[in-house]
């Protein structure tokens, strides 16, 4: 269910449980476009990570009443899309691995699909496997809605003369693919709170640090009033009567 304001407040002062609710509202979103854009695990993997891992970071700076699934949905691709990298073999890509029965059609088309810019690739996926409206899509790619539509249209129209005009048809079966490589609901609270609890631990430290360092500073100017006590009180006759 959508994480709600008062939810997203709590977790935004590092509520553990607070926290852990935002980040598995949206973690298996994140996984799955992860994987669907990258079609590398090891690559799926690292974007999956560094995405929570900022998420928590920023989490205090959100402004209030902003939409925690859009901020996954944009900073996913954008992490996507800087460790994409060369594309996995067409038999090897994890839209395609998955598939016992992928025939040479399907993965003829994933290898084209692979081969299209970036931002046509992405539109295409995220719109026929995230499911994502051309607002979304724009939120999601970094751009305005009429240029996510348009990417979608272009990659629309290529695949659609590569597949003999079933694109439709190679779109669902992506589609489907592109479902299954979510994580089951079982590992989905584990993961995000191994990640919370890392996270506040480290926040938990810096605070310790940043509070050390005060007292010792505080510590330090008692030490020197004590220290010098008779020079400052001399200072303040001498001041006093030159006034």
Not at 31 to 49: D, H, I, K, S, W
Not at 151 to 162: G, R, S, Y
Request: glycine share 10%; aromatic share 8%.
């Amino acid at each position: 269910m959508p994480v709600t304001e008062e939810t997203l407040a709590r977790a935004q002062r590092y509520d553990r449980s607070a926290a852990e609710a935002v980040l598995a509202e949206s973690y298996p979103a994140v996984y799955r476009m992860a994987r669907g854009l990258t079609g590398r695990e090891g690559a799926a993997r690292q974007v999956v990570a560094d995405v929570l891992g900022r998420s928590l970071r920023v989490l205090p700076s959100w402004r209030k009443g902003m939409t925690p699934e859009n901020w996954f949905y944009h900073h996913t691709v954008l992490t996507a899309r800087a460790a994409a990298g060369v594309p996995p073999a067409a038999r090897e890509d994890l839209l395609t691995a998955g598939i016992p029965d992928a025939g040479a059609e399907y993965v003829a088309f994933i290898n084209a699909l692979r081969k299209l810019p970036p931002q046509q690739r992405e539109a295409f996926v995220l719109h026929f496997g995230e499911r994502l409206n051309d607002r979304l899509l724009g939120v999601a790619m970094d751009c305005s809605t009429s240029a996510a539509r348009t990417h979608l249209q272009a990659a629309t129209e290529t695949l659609n003369d590569i597949t003999g005009g079933r694109v439709g048809e190679a779109g669902a079966r992506l589609g489907r693919a592109y479902a299954r490589l979510g994580p089951s609901e079982q590992a989905v609270l584990p993961y995000v709170r191994g990640r919370v609890r890392a996270a506040l631990w480290r926040v938990r430290v810096r605070r310790f640090i940043r509070r050390v360092i005060l007292l010792a500073i505080l510590g330090g100017l008692a030490w020197a009033g004590w220290h010098w006590r008779a020079q400052l009180v001399e200072w303040v006759h001498t001041f006093r009567g030159s006034g």
